[in-house]
T-cell receptor, first 112, second 113 residues
Framework: GESVGLHLPTLSVQEGDNSIINCAYS??????FIWYKQESGKGPQFIID?????DKRQGQRVTVLLNKTVKHLSLQIAATQPGDSAVYFC???????????FGQGTRLTINP | DTEVTQTPKHLVMGMTNKKSLKCEQH?????MYWYKQKAKKPPELMFV???????INESVPSRFSPECPNSSLLNLHLHALQPEDSALYLC????????????FGSGTQLSVL
């Protein structure tokens, strides 16, 4: 399953499928990007980050892709599990501003 | 210890009350943050402290007053809040300021009556 743009707040996928969550960031001066997972009643939890001098980074079951040309970031989750159900936020660090700005978020729902 | 601890977890206050939110980290991080999060919205930055000094105030109303007593503690003092200030208040910390991942606490769910 795949979300498109910032305006699709919900993504539903079958358990075991791969998920792709997309994020369009706003500032071409942003030089560092993070994906966070937020479960109900909890604070955002770090998943993976990527710096602007890279275009791909892999973690355990997750991959982040960065396309600076079109200012697009994506999070791929392999073999989605029920525990992956959460809201996922991308965040960008604007160079020189020294602050992290969050995108609107995508709610990921896993169907059994 | 990779935790950011926030207290209380829930707080209900009237518009004339004075209350404080507390945040603590023991990771040796030198930057600490307050974010505000409304339901179904992303966290919004309020304040940033770097080396115990306020470095960013995102034009937050003066009824919110941050304090950083030492490198491990961050407080947010609340006075004369409005019902629209009801939200989840998140504290975070990071090793430094630039290009560093933030570690978040679980937040304080605040309701202003």
């Amino acid at each position: 399953g795949e979300s498109v743009g910032l305006h699709l707040p919900t993504l539903s996928v079958q358990e075991g499928d791969n998920s792709i969550i997309n994020c369009a960031y706003s500032n071409s001066a942003s030089d560092y990007f993070i994906w966070y997972k937020q479960e109900s009643g909890k604070g955002p939890q770090f998943i993976i980050d990527i710096r602007s001098n890279m275009d791909k980074r892999q973690g355990q079951r997750v991959t982040v892709l960065l396309n600076k040309t079109v200012k697009h970031l994506s999070l791929q989750i392999a073999a989605t599990q029920p525990g992956d159900s959460a809201v996922y936020f991308c965040a960008e660090n604007i160079q020189g501003a020294q602050k992290l700005v969050f995108g609107q978020g995508t709610r990921l729902t896993i169907n059994p | 210890d990779t935790e950011v601890t926030q207290t209380p977890k829930h707080l209900v206050m009237g518009m004339t009350n004075k209350k404080s939110l507390k945040c603590e980290q023991h990771m040796g991080h030198r930057a600490m943050y307050w974010y505000k999060q409304k339901a179904k919205k992303p966290p919004e930055l309020m304040f940033v402290y770097s080396y115990e000094k306020l470095s960013i105030n995102e034009s937050v109303p003066s009824r919110f007053s941050p304090e950083c007593p030492n490198s491990s503690l961050l407080n947010l003092h609340l006075h004369a809040l409005q019902p629209e200030d009801s939200a989840l208040y998140l504290c975070a910390s990071s090793q430094g300021l630039a290009n560093e991942k933030l570690f978040f606490g679980s937040g304080t769910q605040l309701s202003v009556l």
